[in-house]
């Protein structure tokens, strides 16, 4: 590679005395040769590789296929840990620890003499804590997916992450045996890579190749696939060619990139935890983005993917019908056609003629699975800044409701409680979960989607009304609102409700509504005070008391925007 562009690498491995002999002395006990530091591009992998993050064990293998394509071009490549978030194992819940790992990345990056860098995410937090950290340094940077696990063999029946919460009802009531439950457990994740269906982490490498900021055919490409490590190889190689040409987060990530984002979110039918990343991401590289902008722009785009929790079909099928660029080819009328990407073109010509194989996944949008299935941000006197609800994956017949509120104070008194045969409930009730929002939780948990009391389940009733300022699984399906906001932490109105209040549910108008006079709710917020936390210190004591609430992307108030990649003062 040859550069006119000062690489910023060279302010480590270029200075001469005594800084310079440490720099590069040390380096040397690699085994590198001394003309590596010589002009080179340096270029980070930042990798979320971990045992304990299921989803992204065989990040360490996919890395060598990105060193590959480094080497190649011209470029040397040092990889590096940063935090990884299981969201399968992380205790109380791993979005509270997103904007940790985001400080993580952000100041790896800063701190150390990269020129540009390769995200390795995979499971659902890696991806957006690993974009948020970069951007707010804002050198280039590219991200590689580690890609969905394949699907899952199960007595005949192809199984995803999705069928956890069906299997775990009709276990509830008997009509799924232990036995059987167990051998499902060993039947579901069969490879590598994160979930099979359009869950978070399948959503956010749609996002990650929606905004422009992958390679195109980043989204579906299995995990397995010899093809993933392709890709990795050619993200390797444009890594050092964005260096070249100063290609950075901040040139792709326009306002028409996140809108671009949002359309083709809701042609997917992705995870409404999309909504909070996007968020935030967008607000560490200083683009105005609103709550109404995921409405306005993607409740009008219909449904195209015919996945769960949507639709029928997994990730696999998606990669083997044409994956993200078909759906892309399908929405260009929809998208802007200024955006740049990582390789320099845009997203709508990146995708012009991507052919589609299979109109049973991936349909068409002049004959869509379904009409505006796009999210739904509604408002309300219980959420004066707004909730979310994925109507794809809710009942119709629930989209419009009024019901009595059966209230949850706790996550605790929810588990407790919600399987009583006494739990005074009935399928026309609204479940309310209280307090598991950014800070009642604290971290705003997987929660929202409320498995059904048994003595409903035992009725065949498969979906109610519910409610919570908490988030669901991207995996998961039903009628819920979520994100609350305010939380009922911060004394939103979510705080006041109480049992029997009625509640009004009218998502066609937006609406989400608390049927209690303004006076009562008064009477109620002067006797209330938030339940107290057992967090004193920490990491998490900082986070309940800086991070922002749902609509403004749960990021903490002290990190929107960045700092940039200078560093002025030596380390000796």
Not at 257 to 266: E, H, R, S, Y
Not at 335 to 344: D, Q
Not at 398 to 424: K, M, N, S
Not at 540 to 551: K, M, P, S, T
């Amino acid at each position: 590679m040859s550069t006119d562009k000062k690489l910023r690498s060279s302010d480590w491995f270029g200075k001469s005395g005594k800084d310079g002999f440490i720099y590069r002395a040390w380096m040397k006990n690699q085994g590198f040769p001394p003309d590596e530091f010589e002009g080179k591009p340096v270029i980070g992998i930042c990798n979320t590789f971990s045992e304990l993050t299921p989803c992204n064990a065989h990040l360490r293998e996919l890395s060598d296929a990105v060193k590959r394509g480094v080497w190649e071009a011209g470029g040397l490549p040092l990889e590096f840990p940063v935090m990884s978030l299981g969201e399968t194992l992380i205790r109380p819940t791993a979005m509270l620890f997103r904007n940790l790992a985001s400080m993580d990345v952000e100041e790896s990056i800063r701190a150390n003499p990269l020129d540009g860098v390769v995200l390795m995410c995979g499971c659902d937090k890696t991806t957006p804590a690993l974009v948020m950290g970069a951007c707010s340094v804002d050198i280039p940077a590219i991200v590689v997916s580690g890609g969905p696990m394949l699907t899952g063999k199960f007595r005949g029946e192809d199984i995803g992450t999705t069928d956890v919460w069906r299997f775990a009802a009709e276990h509830k009531v008997g009509d799924l045996s232990t036995d059987a439950f167990r051998e499902a457990e060993g039947a579901m994740c069969r490879s590598a890579g994160h979930c099979a269906v359009m869950g978070t982490a399948s959503t956010m490498a749609s996002m990650a190749e929606s905004l422009g900021i992958s390679l195109p055919g980043n989204a579906a490409i299995p995990a397995v696939d010899a093809r993933r490590k392709v890709l990795a190889h050619r993200s390797g190689r444009r890594m050092v060619e964005m260096v070249e040409e100063d290609l950075t987060l901040s040139k792709i990530l326009s306002r028409e990139a996140f809108l671009n984002a949002i359309k083709v979110n809701a042609a997917i039918g992705g995870s409404t935890n999309f909504i909070v990343h996007l968020t935030a991401i967008a607000r560490r590289v200083g683009v105005a983005l609103e709550l109404e902008d995921f409405d306005t722009h993607g409740s009008q785009v219909p449904l195209l993917v015919n996945l769960k929790p949507s639709g029928e079909h997994h990730m696999e099928d998606f990669y083997y019908a044409g994956g993200l660029p078909a759906v892309i080819c399908e929405l260009q009328d929809h998208l802007s056609e200024e955006p740049i990407t990582a390789n320099g073109q845009t997203l709508v010509a990146n995708n012009r003629d991507a052919p589609c194989y299979d109109r049973d996944v991936i349909a068409s949008v002049e004959d869509p699975f379904q009409q505006e299935a796009g999210t739904t941000v509604v408002r309300g006197n219980l959420c004066p800044d707004g909730a979310v609800i994925k109507t794809s994956a809710a009942s119709p017949g629930l989209l419009r409701h009024r019901g009595p509120a059966v209230v949850f104070e706790t996550i605790e008194d929810y588990h407790a409680r919600v399987d009583d045969p006494d739990l005074e409930v009935t399928p026309d009730s609204v479940l309310v979960l209280k307090y598991v929002g950014p800070k009642g939780y604290p971290g705003m948990a997987e929660v929202g989607n409320m498995t059904l009391p048994k003595k409903i389940l035992r009725q065949g009733v498969d979906d109610m009304v519910r409610i919570s300022d908490g988030r669901m699984s991207g995996t998961a399906y039903g009628t819920a609102f979520l994100h609350v906001s305010p939380e009922s932490y911060a004394g939103g109105p979510l705080a006041l409700v109480e049992n029997g209040d009625m509640i009004e549910v009218d998502v066609e108008n937006k609406r989400l509504h608390l049927d209690v006079s303004e006076e009562e709710l008064q009477r109620r917020r002067a006797q209330w005070t938030p339940p107290p936390h057992d967090y004193d210190r920490g990491y998490v004591r900082l986070y309940i008391d800086h991070v922002q609430q749902a609509h403004l992307g749960a990021d903490m108030d002290f990190l929107a925007g960045g700092s940039g990649s200078t560093v002025q003062r030596e380390s000796h």
